[in-house]
C-alpha cells in the first residue's frame, strides 16, 4: 500500500498495464474497539417459475463485522491495519446492531434491485448476477 500527499503524485506512479483502487485516506473512521471495520450481509434474490419473472429480494438478518488484524493509527497503511478481513464479531453482538440493521437490510435490498435489473441475465427459470 502506498500513502501520496496529491492524487497526481498517485497519478504518476501508477504503471499503465495495471489495475488500481484508489480511495482517500479517511483521517477519522469509525472504529470497533480501536480497529477499521466493515459490515458485511448477505442477500439472496430468487426468481420463482413462472413467465412474469417476478424477483424476491431477501435479506439475512445477521452478518459479521470484519476487523482489521491491527489497531488503526492515522500514520500506519500497513495492511494488518487498513484492511478488515478478520470475521470475528457476530453482527449481531455488535452493539449498534438495533440502530443499523433496518436501514442495512432497506439499502442492501435496494441495491439489490437497482443490481438486478441492470445486470441479471435472464434464463429459463434461472437469473445471473
Request: a positive charge.
Amino acid at each position: 500500500m502506498f500513502a501520496y500527499k496529491t492524487i497526481n503524485e498517485c497519478f504518476e506512479n501508477c504503471k499503465k498495464d495495471r489495475h488500481y483502487v484508489i480511495q482517500p485516506h479517511v483521517a477519522s473512521p469509525l472504529l470497533y474497539k480501536g480497529h477499521k471495520f466493515s459490515v458485511r450481509i448477505y442477500g439472496l434474490i430468487v426468481s420463482p417459475p413462472g413467465p412474469e419473472r417476478k424477483l424476491n429480494i431477501l435479506v439475512y438478518k445477521d452478518g459479521y463485522l470484519a476487523l482489521a488484524g491491527q489497531k488503526w493509527d492515522s500514520q500506519n497503511f500497513a495492511h494488518e491495519s487498513q484492511v478488515s478481513t478478520n470475521r470475528s464479531l457476530a453482527l449481531s453482538n455488535w452493539e449498534h446492531y438495533d440502530t443499523v440493521m433496518p436501514q442495512l437490510v432497506d439499502m442492501s435490498k435496494k441495491i439489490l434491485f437497482c443490481g438486478s435489473k441492470e445486470f441479471v441475465v435472464a434464463r429459463k427459470r434461472t437469473w445471473e448476477l
